[in-house]
């Protein structure tokens, strides 16, 4: 379908590829390809030509999803770690993106999806976020899972909706952690749940705050600590933990932040107060996924991923063994 826009006085005075940047959500590169369909007052429309209240300019619909569609990529690296009936799971390196932003980027899972599953564009929500069914934060590592056929996507979307999907994070956490009265050494199994009130502050780059109750999204998890060290460098003034989080609600870096809240920001996390001597990057892993049988398959599912280098890395610089 087209996309029609009537000038009005706010919009007058503009210049023609600025207000399609601005309207369509593109880059000046994407508007520059789709200029030679674009029409004012159905004709030929020009990038540098100031608008008039009152001018009807028309994209054309084909060249506009043409354009918003994922390409291939074969330069990313895609290791699948779990696969089932028009679905998989892959396991994302940090500092990849799950799905590009804008038209033409590259160095995406998806992009690498794409490659090996044409099918994949239009699953979903379509377009550039084509067969995804959550994200992690490009900084996390781990468990991600992509659907191939829209079947697959509309039962892993109401799993996740319904809460029948287990998902368990590990992390590295500034702060000698505590567990029913149990600190240093390996703690016991006691779980500590938390529940805030979280929004985003900021958008580029965006930041999250806990708000008071009713004043923002109601966001629960639970935790506890795996293993502990005493002070030491990288693990800033008052040592280091490992722990694990158990995801009830999925929102914006909402791992990071509620740690964060209760004295334990993750190690390499400076926007939240974590001590950003210890990595380059938050510590935090996505390490496994489960649902139920009858969810997604006949068969429970449960896929894990093994922590990256640098996360092995850093637990051996502790001395932190789980």
Not at 39 to 52: I, K, N, W, Y
């Amino acid at each position: 379908m087209d996309q029609v826009f009537t000038i009005d006085a706010d919009a007058a005075g503009a210049r023609l590829d600025r207000f399609l940047a601005g309207a369509l959500g593109l880059s000046r590169a994407a508007v520059r390809a789709l200029l030679p369909g674009v029409t004012v007052d159905a004709h030929p429309a020009a990038a540098g030509q100031t608008l008039v209240a009152g001018q009807v300019v028309a994209v054309p619909g084909d060249a506009l999803a043409a354009l918003t569609l994922p390409v291939a990529d074969a330069d990313v690296g895609l290791r699948v770690i779990g696969q089932g009936p028009g679905w998989i799971t892959v396991d994302k390196p940090a500092g990849v993106a799950v799905h590009p932003l804008q038209p033409g980027e590259r160095g995406t899972l998806l992009n690498a999806v794409v490659t090996r599953w044409p099918g994949v564009v239009g699953v979903g929500e379509g377009g550039l976020r084509s067969g995804v069914v959550h994200r992690l934060d490009v900084t996390t590592s781990g468990a991600v899972v992509f659907a191939l056929e829209q079947g697959a996507w509309q039962r892993w979307r109401a799993a996740f909706a319904e809460h029948r999907v287990d998902k368990r994070y590990v992390a590295l956490v500034a702060g000698v952690a505590e567990v029913d009265g149990v600190a240093g050494g390996v703690a016991g199994a006691g779980w500590r749940e938390q529940v805030m009130w979280l929004r985003v502050a900021r958008h580029r780059p965006a930041r999250v705050e806990v708000v008071e109750p009713g004043r923002g999204w109601r966001c629960a998890l639970a935790w506890r600590a795996l293993a502990t060290c005493r002070p030491t460098r990288e693990g800033g003034a008052g040592g280091a933990s490992l722990v694990e989080v158990a995801l009830e609600t999925g929102f914006l870096h909402q791992v990071r932040v509620m740690l964060a809240a209760v004295g334990h920001p993750l190690l390499g996390d400076g926007r939240y107060g974590g001590p950003t001597d210890a990595a380059p990057r938050p510590i935090l892993h996505a390490a496994t996924l489960t649902v139920d049988a009858g969810i997604v398959q006949d068969e429970p599912v449960h896929v894990a991923s093994d922590p990256p280098g640098d996360f092995r890395e850093l637990m051996h610089r502790l001395g932190i063994e789980a």
